[in-house]
Nanobody, 124 residues
Framework: QVQLVESGGGLVQAGGSLRLSCVSS????????MGWFRQAPGKEREFVAA???????RYGDSVQGRFTISRDNAKKTVSLQMNSLKPKDTAVYYC??????????????????WGQGTLVTVSS
């Protein structure tokens, strides 16, 4: 059974940092590209970051330079380090896995598996 379990969300003040983690099971993590998306209330799901099997990365324009995605294949974990957080970063953050692992994509429908999400709230 495929599982993606996010953790690390919470409440933080503007300018602060959080680190999200996503632990996976039930599929060959090493062969999958991994991504993070977010969805704020009343808005569409937005691409945040992605990392390929060989470490290639892609970021959404709104987080470029502030967020860093990484993966640990031994622990089957993908992480998202979020710095200089802003109130507009408030959202539920979702981890996703894509079977075609050699490339990164910002399109949500390209991903095969999704986690349940973790809430990040940034206060002003």
């Amino acid at each position: 059974q495929v599982q993606l379990v996010e953790s690390g969300g919470g409440l933080v003040q503007a300018g602060g940092s959080l680190r999200l983690s996503c632990v996976s099971s039930g599929f060959s993590f090493n062969a999958y590209a991994m991504g993070w998306f977010r969805q704020a209330p009343g808005k569409e799901r937005e691409f945040v970051a992605a990392i390929s099997t060989w470490g290639g990365v892609r970021y959404g324009d709104s987080v470029q330079g502030r967020f860093t995605i990484s993966r640990d294949n031994a622990k089957k974990t993908v992480s998202l380090q979020m710095n200089s957080l802003k109130p507009k970063d408030t959202a539920v953050y979702y981890c996703a896995a894509r079977r075609l692992g050699s490339t990164t994509t910002s399109t949500a429908s390209d991903y095969d598996y999704w986690g349940q999400g973790t809430l990040v709230t940034v206060s002003s």
